[in-house]
């Protein structure tokens, strides 16, 4: 799935600005929290809206000042997935979410890495 999005997004152009990696970080980051709210979960969404917020936070410092930061992000949040439910319950999540959002998450990092290895010139993404 990350790497049909990441071609849409080099076809039609979409990955040359450096606000779109950043963007999809906090896309990502913020399902667990449409989860919660879709469970009605208060103090869930608190916790998620928290660690949302942190995705974000780091998604703007790697805007900011490099691309490598996003790529790390993503891939942290892919560890995050791994463990999510065992550090808490969301009650909203699907089954297979953790799953599917790992997955998505390292092949994004993955892929955000090997473009910025050395193809930073034809992206426009600078390391």
Not at 35 to 46: E, K, N, Q
Not at 104 to 119: K, T
């Amino acid at each position: 799935m990350s790497l049909g999005v990441a071609l849409f997004a080099r076809r039609v152009g979409l990955d040359r600005d450096r606000a779109f990696y950043p963007t999809v970080l906090i896309v990502i980051a913020s399902t667990y929290v449409l989860f919660a709210a879709m469970s009605g979960a208060g103090a869930v969404l608190v916790t998620e809206s928290i660690v949302m917020a942190g995705f974000s936070t780091v998604a703007v410092l790697g805007f900011k000042s490099s691309p490598w930061i996003i790529a790390i992000a993503l891939a942290g949040h892919g560890m995050f997935d791994a463990f999510h439910g065992q550090v808490y319950a969301n009650p909203g999540v699907p089954p297979w979410w953790p799953a599917f959002c790992f997955a998505y998450d390292v092949g994004a990092a993955a892929g955000l890495a090997w473009l910025l290895r050395g193809s930073v010139q034809r992206t426009g993404l600078r390391a």
